[in-house]
């Protein structure tokens, strides 16, 4: 049960096994052995799936940790903040989309989302399911505005925007498109990856800048879960 894992730790472990591909391409590019072009892209295209999965996996274990922290915390849905309601609401929301407009339910179900600042109701935000991505994730690659919009709506003490510097952002746009470009044969390899020696050094550098990516997510994780951000 993923949600009991201590942030930090968490980030440690995803660190150790970003820096094993970290250091199998250090070996590489020093190595006196030569390594065909071909199979030099095939292993950057690896270590780039290797590295997204790393981040989704820990994004998924975040999410799940402070929504299980919210929802046994048994709190009233009007004593969290007001972003929370939305995911209170997701199930609802749902029911909105599908009802017909000759439902006897199709407006009060709109009501009620818009009374939740009221409401006494414990909270209940939505649980992870294996059939289905566990809000506000949402099954796609992560991506800089995927760790925007969690840290917005989960109550995050710093916008994410402001704490994740430049280069990590652009490592995690990097590894998602050769993620999504190898992992779906869009390209073949060396299309992906032209310059092979230089895109060794490249991914190197941006192995490093998600694993201290994550170590900051995993600051926020803690100081959530702490303090209790989710409260008003």
Same mark, same amino acid.
């Given at each position: 049960?993923?949600?009991?894992?201590?942030?930090?730790?968490?980030?440690?472990?995803?660190?150790?096994?970003?820096?094993?591909?970290?250091?199998?391409?250090?070996?590489?590019?020093?190595?006196?052995?030569?390594?065909?072009?071909?199979?030099?892209?095939?292993?950057?295209?690896?270590?780039?799936?290797?590295?997204?999965?790393?981040?989704?996996?820990?994004?998924?274990?975040?999410?799940?940790?402070?929504?299980?922290?919210?929802?046994?915390?048994?709190?009233?849905?009007?004593?969290?903040?007001?972003?929370?309601?939305?995911?209170?609401?997701?199930?609802?929301?749902?029911?909105?989309?599908?009802?017909?407009?000759?439902?006897?339910?199709?407006?009060?179900?709109? &009501?009620?989302?818009?009374?939740?600042? @009221?409401?006494?109701?414990? =909270?209940?935000?939505? *649980?992870?399911? $294996? +059939?289905?991505?566990?809000?506000?994730?949402?099954?796609?690659?992560?991506?800089?505005?995927?760790?925007?919009?969690?840290?917005?709506?989960?109550?995050?003490?710093?916008?994410?925007?402001?704490?994740?510097?430049?280069?990590?952002?652009?490592?995690?746009?990097?590894?998602?498109?050769?993620?999504?470009?190898?992992?779906?044969?869009?390209?073949?390899?060396?299309?992906?990856?032209?310059?092979?020696?230089?895109?060794?050094?490249?991914?190197?550098?941006? &192995?490093?800048?998600?694993?201290?990516? @994550?170590?900051?997510?995993? =600051?926020?994780?803690? *100081?959530?879960? $702490? +303090?209790?951000?989710?409260?008003?």
């Amino acid at each position: 049960m993923m949600y009991a894992a201590d942030p930090n730790i968490r980030a440690k472990d995803a660190r150790v096994r970003i820096e094993t591909w970290h250091t199998f391409l250090s070996n590489i590019l020093n190595s006196d052995s030569h390594f065909s072009n071909k199979v030099v892209c095939e292993l950057l295209g690896s270590a780039s799936v290797i590295a997204m999965a790393e981040v989704e996996s820990f994004m998924r274990d975040l999410v799940e940790s402070i929504i299980y922290t919210i929802n046994n915390s048994n709190h009233p849905i009007n004593s969290l903040q007001p972003q929370l309601h939305a995911l209170h609401a997701h199930q609802k929301f749902d029911s909105i989309r599908k009802i017909e407009t000759k439902n006897e339910s199709f407006w009060r179900y709109r &009501l009620d989302v818009t009374q939740y600042h @009221l409401s006494q109701e414990i =909270a209940k935000l939505p *649980e992870r399911s $294996d +059939k289905h991505p566990q809000p506000p994730l949402k099954g796609n690659t992560i991506r800089p505005r995927d760790i925007q919009e969690v840290g917005e709506i989960l109550c995050f003490p710093h916008n994410p925007s402001s704490i994740i510097e430049l280069n990590q952002r652009t490592a995690l746009t990097k590894l998602a498109l050769y993620r999504n470009q190898f992992a779906h044969a869009v390209d073949t390899p060396t299309e992906i990856f032209p310059n092979a020696e230089r895109e060794v050094s490249n991914i190197m550098m941006y &192995l490093t800048a998600i694993a201290d990516m @994550l170590d900051i997510l995993a =600051a926020e994780w803690q *100081e959530v879960i $702490d +303090k209790e951000t989710f409260l008003i």
